[in-house]
């Protein structure tokens, strides 16, 4: 059974920094697209970024020039490091793996439990 796993979310002062992880076990999923998808209250879930198979990555332009996404393969590891974060970057950070490539939820069919990620202003 594959299973996605995040760790890192926590309570950040704004213009602070946080690194998230999306760990994979049972099976490794190198060939599979990874992204990142963020969920704030009474809102929709939201494209954040996502990595390619073939390492193009891809961000909602609200977060790019802070945020960047990166993989260790080694490790079946997708990373989210936030800087400059901003109090509207509050929501449950989930990341998500599939052999599609998109930008909406259903994109994906794998998913993790989320992390909560709390930007103080």
């Known amino acids: 059974q594959i299973q996605l796993v995040e760790s890192g979310g926590g309570l950040v002062q704004a213009g602070g920094s946080l690194r998230l992880s999306c760990a994979a076990s049972?099976?490794?999923?190198?060939?599979?697209?990874k992204a990142w998808f963020r969920q704030a209250p009474s809102k929709e879930r939201e494209f954040v970024a996502s990595?390619?198979?073939?390492?193009?990555?891809y961000y909602e332009d609200s977060v790019k020039g802070r945020f960047t996404i990166s993989r260790d393969s080694a490790k079946m590891t997708v990373y989210l490091q936030m800087n400059s974060l901003k109090p509207e970057d509050t929501a449950v950070y989930y990341c998500?793996?599939?052999?599609?490539?998109?930008?909406?939820?259903?994109?994906?069919?794998?998913w993790g439990q989320g992390t909560q990620v709390t930007v103080s202003s």
């Open positions: 998500a793996a599939g052999p599609y490539l998109g930008r909406v939820p259903s994109s994906y069919g794998l």
């Open positions: 049972g099976r490794s999923l190198s060939s599979y697209n």
């Open positions: 990595i390619a198979w073939n390492g193009v990555t």
